[in-house]
DNA sequence: GCCACCAGTGCAAACGCTTCCAGTTTTGGG
DNA sequence: CCCAAAACTGGAAGCGTTTGCACTGGTGGC
């Protein structure tokens, strides 16, 4: 086929074959550990390949096969800490498990997202998708995801699919009672949709824990305490102002992202109100920098999740895994110096 | 070929040719808005395309054309905020552009390194690759960057290839002649390697800025006073500690990163130090929680960096820009209230 | 009115691999 | 020893595109 060699062009699958003296065929059976290759040849074959610097053309084999070796995730926002560190977990166990990761962002409108619709390009690439924070609301969803590639969906609990979740009414109910125990009873709530038009069931299932809690307490609802903060520092700082400069201001906000309650601290610092002395704040996740900047949280184990995710797709493609199955991940109260009893006045 | 159709399988570009009446390297050249296609045909072969919900298979359409519309992105770790904010300014961009992104970390030694190595398996799946604080040590590695896939440097200035970067020196110095203009004379410095094994000239050059802005004041260097802050939170706390416990602790500390100063506030916090009372403390990035925190710092453009790469990508690979360029970026000296007067005792 | 030229289209050869099917050689049980 | 079965190997047909080349018919300059 080709006259001179060595120049630009890579070894092809050819020349590994003709330099161990075997056919095409054999070459990709030995260097992909298949049976029924006697070990000679495949060492021939591998001495070869090694020599030539060989490496199979991912996208020919692609094509032949019709596995891309290469899984997708989506997620709504690429920024938000908790993407960072589900995508470095995923990340590890991919390297390990020699996957490609192919990120994305959701585009747009559902209809045109990459993960639905009738064939996106997106899906045909990858052999599994992770979804992150995905929002499935119509049925119509649902049916796309189990009747097309395999995907385990991190963020929310669903049944005809993998997922993996914490139990977020669970973490917000701990982190109102935890305010509760500290003698607060006006209780501000910052949470909403991460960015306009995506919504998850994270905020709902967290916003119905927040008000189990009060109700226990028997603290009846108040709406003007609930108010969006675009899980943001900066959404968290606006959010955090309106509330403190309200008529009745609360003396503890429950924040859904530390990132949000991170926003209060400022805002509680540039209204000059001590925390915790004025103002406890406690956060949901437990963020790299919560520790640093003394912020009690509720800590979920999100690196931990993007690895079990990987893990649970890696088993899915290995035909390992009971593909629908929901793994509910474990939280934790960490209360550390901005949450304190509420001081009597 | 196929019997049956419609089941499962998807429609390809053979349909689409039958259903609009014309041969398949019709439906190629109309599908990607070649020129010598009249009007006609191609909104024939358009509509025939939607009705059939048609996608170009990607892995076919890379192994006959040799493009692969994939930007790969490599850098040391996932998780920092730079990394992250530089991947969201790279995917913006690709996105428009209709480009897949592609994410690795280097994987341990140089040798097997994704990006260098004779026959890259990383490389060979990309059009183009965006090298985030990617050290190059030898000529070696430099050569191997110029012979192969189009690249784009962030971090760091290099002759041969397009590159991208920020006056870190200039940087440095900024930051620590502000230290020196509140009066701090006794001024520690945190920086280091990213990683163990990992190794870029950035913590180079800004080490060289703050010795040079100390030199013009007149101040000796001392190497007690600069400590390896891994470019985290906690290694920029422990080393706040090795400076603040010391015998002749410093009155002021430059951190590298944004990160590590705030570990640095978490620290003095610990020690019961007040800051800036005690100690003014300076980081650099401008990192979102930066304002949130007060931190003063070197502000520098991430995310814009991210974008500015990924376009000139999509120039190198559109044939539109001189490939070894090197673009300068913009950085500020940001004020806020970690930094102040040195208080006479 | 002729001819060179070009827009428009199709044919078929790659692209580099995987895998079905057959063919050949070993192996092992009876 | 014989024969069926297993182990090993090769040939060749795809996989679904892209694209060079060839062909046709129409157009405009002279």
């Known amino acids: ?24 065929a054999t070459v990709s059976r030995a260097l992909r550990d298949h049976p029924h290759v006697a070990n000679a040849t495949r060492q021939r074959v591998q001495d070869a390949a090694t020599a030539l610097h060989y490496v199979a053309d991912a996208n020919a084999s692609r094509l032949a096969s019709g596995r891309s070796n290469t899984i997708g995730l989506v997620a709504p926002i690429l920024t938000s800490w908790y993407t960072t560190e589900v995508i470095a977990g995923v990340e590890e166990v991919l390297q390990e498990a020699e996957l490609d990761l192919l990120i994305s962002t959701r585009r747009g409108a559902p209809d045109n997202h990459p993960v639905f619709g009738p064939n996106s390009s997106f899906r045909q690439r990858v052999d599994g998708m992770i979804l992150v924070d995905v929002f499935f609301d119509t049925e119509r969803s649902r049916d796309l995801v189990r009747t097309s590639t395999p995907a385990v969906v991190l963020g929310e609990r669903l049944d005809q ?53 009060l109700a226990a307490a028997r603290i009846r609802r108040d709406r003007a305490l609930q108010v969006d903060g675009h899980f943001t520092i900066e959404g968290g700082r606006r959010a955090a102002r309106q509330l403190l400069l309200g008529s009745q201001p609360p003396t503890a906000i429950f924040c859904m992202s530390d990132e949000m309650a991170f926003g209060v601290l400022q805002a509680a610092r540039e209204l000059g109100l001590s925390v915790p002395g004025d103002l406890s704040v406690i956060g949901f996740d437990d963020h790299t920098a919560a520790e640093a900047f003394g912020l009690s949280t509720i800590r979920q ?45």
Chains 1, 2 share one sequence.
Request: no cysteine; proline share 3%.
């Open 161 to 213: 699919v993998a997922s993996l979740s914490i139990d977020n009414h669970l973490g917000a109910e701990m982190a109102t009672r935890h305010l509760l125990d500290l003698g607060h009873r006006r209780i501000g709530m910052i949470g909403g949709l991460a960015l306009p038009g995506i919504t998850s069931n994270v905020p709902e299932s967290r916003t119905a824990g927040y008000e189990s809690a």
């Open 301 to 345: 184990p999100v690196k931990e999740m993007g690895r079990i995710a990987a893990r649970l797709m890696t088993d899915i493609l290995g035909g390992h895994a009971a593909e629908a199955h929901h793994h509910p991940l474990g939280i934790a109260l960490i209360a550390r110096s901005s949450t304190a009893q509420l001081s009597v006045r």
């Open 1 to 24: 086929m080709s006259g001179r060699e060595g120049t630009t062009t890579h070894a092809s699958i050819v020349d590994v074959a003709a330099r161990a003296g075997v056919s095409v």
